[in-house]
């Protein structure tokens, strides 16, 4: 059975406004690593934007075919094969992160799933890491808008674990593992992009 190549709008509409950002916080050679990469659009157009970057990709098995695709069709020596990652797994495919992006995830997530995220990167992060979380997020337990409320009610229709994270619990499970808020980005479609690094 031919495999097509997966497409998501969403990934189309905010890829640009977060290449902007990832310029300035990923400026120096380092390896990415992209948790829950999901069709591989995000890696392509970062890898394709950000030469000096290694972009590794990760997802659930299920998805890496996906990816792989996209892959093979931009050709980039700096953008790795995807490995299979899921956050509950006692082992990553990795030592050390330095960097590491992930989008579109932690509300799709159950609060379970999202401690186990933090638990984990606590064991792989470097003393000098620099995370870049893009999503929607409630503050002060408010939705921003009513567009993320419907979202909010769509996402727990479809999954009663999964659903928009209030910023406050993922800043406690940030400090929880010594990273500290550099910067908190408004993006297009009542979206945030937070820059996180471990304390120096």
Not at 40 to 53: D, R, S, T, V
Not at 114 to 124: D, I, P, Q, S, T
Not at 160 to 186: V, Y
Request: proline content about 6%; aromatic content about 8%.
């Amino acid at each position: 059975m031919t495999i097509q190549k997966p497409f998501s709008q969403a990934c189309e509409n905010n890829k640009e406004p977060i290449l902007q950002i990832l310029k300035t916080v990923f400026d120096q050679p380092m390896t990415v690593w992209e948790i829950g990469s999901g069709t591989g659009q995000h890696a392509c157009h970062f890898a394709g934007n950000l030469p000096h970057l290694t972009w590794q990709p990760t997802d659930r098995p299920e998805n890496l075919p996906g990816i792989h695709l996209w892959r093979d069709a931009v050709q980039l020596a700096n953008l790795l094969p995807p490995l299979s990652l899921d956050v509950a797994d006692l082992q990553w495919p990795c030592a050390r992160i330095d960097a590491l992006f992930t989008a579109n995830t932690l509300h799709i997530m159950s609060s379970a799933e999202v401690g186990l995220l933090f638990k984990r990167l606590a064991n792989y992060l470097s003393a000098e890491a620099t995370l870049c979380i893009y999503g929607p997020f409630n503050y002060a337990g408010a939705y921003t808008s009513e567009s993320n409320a419907r979202f909010d009610l769509w996402l727990k229709e479809r999954d009663e674990r999964s659903g928009i994270k209030d910023f406050e619990t993922i800043m406690g499970l940030a400090a929880a593992i010594g990273l500290t808020l550099q910067a908190d980005h408004a993006m297009p479609a009542n979206n945030r992009l937070l820059v996180l690094q471990t304390k120096i």
